[in-house]
């Protein structure tokens, strides 16, 4: 299940603990994401900067439509302001869709969504 693989990824970068790593590495890097992450259209570079995504990740993130990668980006920036863990989940689905949940110390961000290849081949027009 790739999509599940690359949502586990994205959730162990996306800790408090490994982004107070990665910071205590690079000062500047919490507010270089959070800008990142506060960009519209934004939501794909700002993960790449975190996690080194492959062409085909890249691909699949970016075939998500952007109204929902949007409300994945907004939920994934309040969870970074707020220092809560950042949580991505996948489940299959037929179309795109974002579940987001806030809860304690953390975010939560289920992505449902198709199996890649996305987007699929177009069917022929029935006759």
Request: no cysteine; glycine share 8%.
């Amino acid at each position: 299940m790739p999509n599940y693989l690359l949502m586990r990824k994205l959730q162990q970068h996306l800790t408090p603990g490994h982004l107070r790593e990665v910071i205590a590495e690079n000062e500047t890097f919490a507010s270089q994401l959070a800008e990142q992450l506060g960009q519209p259209g934004q939501l794909v570079d700002a993960l790449h900067s975190i996690v080194e995504l492959t062409p085909d990740e890249r691909n699949y993130l970016e075939s998500i439509p952007q109204v929902v990668r949007e409300s994945m980006r907004a939920a994934a920036l309040q969870g970074v302001l707020d220092s809560k863990d950042v949580f991505f989940h996948y489940a299959p689905g037929y179309e795109f869709e974002a579940r987001v949940m806030e809860y304690g110390g953390g975010v939560s961000i289920e992505l449902l969504g198709p199996y890649p290849p996305y987007p699929r081949e177009q069917l022929p027009p029935s006759s």
